[in-house]
């Protein structure tokens, strides 16, 4: 069974620009989650999507977006891009939300911003 | 508001013996998951081993084990037989009513030969 695969895998991108980050999820999962995660402020929960609905969001600002597809593939966004953006975006999937030990993480998408 | 704290920042032991990895948590939750997971330096997260708040077995997972004390709050993670691959990034996290993952800040683990 192939894992969550994540692309692109590096990215650098000038600031002010936006930028989409892709997540397929293990097949047969149906929820995934995204996490940041920068050397100042470790691992941090964006938010999690289950059928297309996102269930859940942290304290991240609203020019950080997702949205989840019919085939559970999900996609980020962020927009209006600063240097504190840049850092180690993680996506995981479960086959529901809640499932403690079924979340599997991708190996992520670095950012870098310029 | 779920805390999860990991006070060593750094770890070393030395290959084939036994190690444990502190983690503390704060959590008003009755139910709750408490979990590891390890970070290599190709970034992807692997899960290690799982703890739910009413498990009154600790749980174990090959060299892998979670010394779960409820009333101390506390979730150390005991790795036997230490071996090189083993170096690494180890995150603490825990999963509470709103099915957040809250992690710790990290303990970075070195295996020497």
């Known amino acids: 069974k192939a894992g969550v695969t994540q692309t692109p895998r590096y990215l650098i991108k000038t600031r002010g620009q936006q930028v989409t980050l892709s997540c397929s999820p293990i097949?047969?999962?149906?929820?995934v989650s995204w996490y940041q995660q920068t050397p100042g402020q470790g691992l941090q929960f964006l938010f999690e999507y289950f059928s297309e609905t996102q269930r859940n969001k942290g304290n991240f600002p609203g020019r950080f977006s997702g949205r989840q597809f019919s085939n559970s593939r999900s996609e980020m966004n962020v927009s209006t891009l600063e240097l504190g953006d840049s850092a180690l975006y993680l996506c995981a999937s479960s086959y529901v939300p809640g499932q403690p030990y079924e979340q599997y993480f991708g190996p992520g998408t670095r950012l870098t911003v310029t | 508001a779920q805390k999860i704290t990991q006070t060593q920042p750094g770890m070393f032991v030395q290959e084939k013996e036994a190690v444990t990895l502190d983690c503390t948590y704060d959590t008003s939750d009755q139910s709750y998951g408490l979990f590891w997971y390890k970070q290599p330096s190709s970034g992807e997260m692997i899960f290690l081993i799982y703890q739910g708040s009413y498990d009154e077995q600790n749980a174990t997972e090959g060299r892998y084990s979670l010394n779960f004390q409820k009333a101390r709050k506390s979730a150390n993670l005991v790795i036997s037989a230490s071996q090189l691959g083993d170096s690494a990034m180890y995150f603490c996290?825990?999963?509470?009513?709103?099915?957040?993952?809250?992690f710790g800040k990290g303990t970075l683990l070195t295996v020497n030969p």
């Open positions: 097949s047969g999962h149906r929820s």
């Open positions: 996290a825990m999963r509470g009513s709103n099915y957040k993952l809250t």
